[in-house]
């Protein structure tokens, strides 16, 4: 495997500008109540990038107080449709304006690729913003049809002040998931950034405040899950949360939201995603996108595809070129432009991985390439094949959030149908074959939520995602994520002497 120089000789890494630090509360950065900090860091090499005010129940508790009044009281949620989509067209403006500044923050809280980050997440942010501005003014119920002399009709109201509560892997494109459809409901927020990568939650704080949304309607308050996290979900004027993250954290959520005041969850949580490459497959765009599918974002990535099954005319064939290509991959700084997979987040992440690939050596998997640490400082881990794998392995059950592919083999449709299910997990699935009937018949018959036929990562604003299983509930994207902002009221009155009904 290559490994790239991560001392900066060859390319230019950029200068990295960190301008906030503190908690977004009613429209202003301040200092945690406590006055304390905790230092987030570079994964390229562990050190700590800046200090950023440590948020916990005492400053959940001011923003949600300022999240009310603008929702109860300001402006936002009486605005019309329209007004609220001009002023979220600005903020995605803004977003455009400050690409590569915000791509770089990501790059050194989250290790992600900063090529990608100036191409596709920041870009791909400012777009489903744009998405929901142009859906701000869509949002309308039913007359209804009643069965005695009643006019009945729903309204769609914003749901209140929500809870939002973002993961480390994709800090941006989260972000957006939820704060895009939020806002454009007309509800209030508070968001709690992963504490490993607060940095462009913040910036994004500031240009939204710039962009025009009111005072109180946007607050981001970092800090840690069991203090910052667990205060959003236990608080009692919270209407409603949306939490993207590991399973075990999700129960401890909806476990707080149903023992303070029953607020509604949506939950996007863990995912170990089949990818099933039958005979009649293309063999080298086959293993291409299983590379893709695996090693995407260093395999930080909740729909990677990390179970693959392949059918057993060409597993041969598929191991050997699938090894060959790993190898290929150049791990390194992620401002490189020759790299092409960065550092997993944090230590606590990296000593997972290579906890996981020495599992899967102690079980009785066969490592054919990678499974070692890489480079001198910061955490990077070689692409890791094993072949040889069962279903009951840890590393065929467990999501790893790494660079990690368990390839194992299958010899019919109703084989792989009944493998492809059996976990705990329902996030997404992929299919590569060129026979339309078998698409058909696995796509119906696998319990995920997202089915990728010939491609994968085939997100859009207008396509829904969201899991089955322990892979949780309630979708992202499309109307449907806009959907969970709102509740629908039921309005009657009598009708007299009507001339129809």
């Given at each position: ?355 996981y690939i020495d599992i899967g050596m102690r079980e009785g998997a066969t490592l054919v390439t990678g499974g070692k640490a890489c480079g001198d400082k910061g955490y990077y881990i070689e692409p890791?094949?094993f072949t040889d794998v069962k279903d009951d392995m840890s590393i065929a059950q467990d999501e790893i959030f790494g660079p990690v592919m368990a390839l194992m083999k299958f010899k019919t449709v109703e084989e792989v149908i ?84």
């Open positions: 495997m290559a490994a790239a120089n991560g001392s900066g000789k060859g390319f230019e890494v950029p200068k990295v500008e960190v301008k906030f630090t503190k908690l977004f509360i009613n429209g202003n950065f301040v200092d945690a109540v406590s006055g304390k900090t905790f230092g987030t860091r570079d994964p390229r090499t562990g050190d700590v990038i800046a200090n950023i005010a440590e948020g916990d129940k005492a400053d959940i508790d001011l923003a949600v107080k300022a999240a009310r009044e603008a929702f109860d009281n300001g402006p936002w949620p009486r605005m019309t449709g329209y007004e609220r989509g001009r002023i979220l067209h600005k903020f995605a403006d803004l977003i455009d304006q400050h690409i590569e500044e915000l791509a770089i923050l990501d790059t050194v809280d989250a290790g992600k690729l900063f090529a990608i980050g100036k191409a596709r997440d920041i870009p791909g942010a400012a777009h489903l913003l744009r998405y929901y501005a142009g859906a701000a003014d869509k949002i309308h119920g039913e007359t209804l049809k009643m069965a005695q002399r009643m006019h009945g009709y729903t309204l769609k109201e914003p749901v209140g002040v929500v809870g939002l509560i973002v993961p480390w892997n994709y800090p941006t494109t989260m972000f957006f998931f939820k704060v895009g459809p939020a806002l454009a409901a007309g509800c209030a927020v508070v968001v709690k950034p992963a504490e490993q990568t607060p940095l462009s939650a913040l910036f994004y704080a500031h240009l939204a405040k710039e962009a025009g949304v009111p005072d109180g309607v946007l607050n981001v308050v970092p800090g840690l899950g069991p203090t910052a996290g667990a205060a959003v979900a236990s608080h009692m004027d919270v209407d409603k949360l949306s939490f993207t993250g590991s399973t075990e954290v999700g129960r401890l959520v909806m476990k707080a939201a149903a023992e303070s005041n029953l607020k509604p969850v949506s939950l996007e949580l863990g995912g170990k995603s089949p990818i099933v490459v039958f005979d009649d497959a293309d063999l080298d765009m086959a293993v291409n996108l299983v590379n893709f599918a695996t090693y995407t974002n260093k395999g930080e990535i909740c729909v990677a595809g990390t179970r693959i099954y392949v059918q057993e005319g060409i597993y041969d064939a598929f191991v050997k070129k699938a090894a060959e290509l790993a190898k290929k991959s150049v791990v390194g700084d992620p401002f490189n432009p020759r790299v092409t997979q960065g550092p997993q987040v944090d230590k606590d992440q990296y000593e997972k991985v290579l906890k890791t094949i009944q493998k492809a299910n059996n976990t705990r997990y329902g996030l997404a699935a992929g299919i590569v074959t060129k026979n339309i009937d078998i698409a058909n018949t696995v796509s119906r018959s696998i319990r995920a939520g997202a089915i990728w036929i010939n491609c994968y990562f085939a997100f859009d604003p207008d396509a829904p995602f969201g899991g089955y299983k322990m892979s949780g509930f309630g979708k992202d994207m499309g109307m449907d994520g806009l959907e969970k902002y709102l509740q629908t009221k039921t309005v009657v009155t009598p009708l007299y002497n009507t001339p129809w009904l």
